[in-house]
């Protein structure tokens, strides 16, 4: 049977595709991007990562293979502890107001906690992917002379974000494996929706959405 990660990434493709063709993406690669806008993401990629972490715990607590069960633990501690430190070094400790884009999409992540886990762990499983390979091909066009954000850029080739990328996308093959067709259907359909996230939450950084009112 073929791996239900190789199904999902294909659905979902085009909007990694769509991704990489973003002016945030290209603008950070080679240096130009406004420092506001940086500043915009990363603001709300930790308040986003905030609410990442005790999902991803959320889900070690609802594993019964003791080896998956410390592997998100270990995801949703040492790995977006890395992120943070980072994000530390530029974000100041002012309050900010999670935009539209991030409460949707901390939203439709949260809400999978009442499915089953294999569908809840669909709904994470982009966030590790999608940076993960968006970072490589940030990786391997950026102008690092003189960039700004050269720093923020090598972050991408830490090994460790492979290693934890390849762990969570083989659980999810795991849980997959034995689950039922409609739970395996469901699963992609989540990873396809939480992938379109992916994009809005780059985009948003650059082309805000406010709240109104």
Request: proline share 4%; net charge negative; hydrophobic share 45%.
């Amino acid at each position: 049977m073929e791996k239900w990660s190789n199904r999902a990434w294909e659905a979902s493709r085009p909007i990694y595709e769509a991704i990489l063709r973003l002016p945030f993406i290209k603008e950070l690669a080679d240096g130009t991007l406004d420092p506001a806008i940086f500043q915009r993401y990363i603001e709300q990629d930790k308040l986003y990562l905030t609410e990442y972490s005790r999902i991803l715990a959320h889900i070690a607590s609802r594993l019964h293979d003791n080896d998956h069960v410390d592997a998100f633990l270990r995801f949703a501690r040492d790995g977006v502890f890395t992120e943070k430190a980072l994000h530390d070094r530029y974000v100041s400790d002012e309050i900010c107001e999670m935009s539209p884009t991030c409460l949707f999409y901390t939203s439709l992540l949260k809400a999978q906690s009442m499915e089953s886990v294999e569908i809840e762990m669909a709904s994470v499983l982009p966030c590790f992917w999608i940076y993960n390979a968006v970072g490589k091909h940030i990786l391997s066009i950026a102008r690092m002379d003189g960039n700004l954000y050269a720093d923020w850029i090598k972050t991408y080739s830490d090994p460790a974000f492979d290693a934890a990328t390849d762990k969570a996308i083989a659980i999810c093959d795991q849980l997959a494996e034995v689950a039922s067709e409609e739970v395996r259907a469901r699963m992609t359909d989540i990873f396809f929706k939480a992938s379109r996230m992916e994009w809005c939450f780059w985009d948003a950084a650059y082309t805000p959405h406010p709240w109104e009112v």
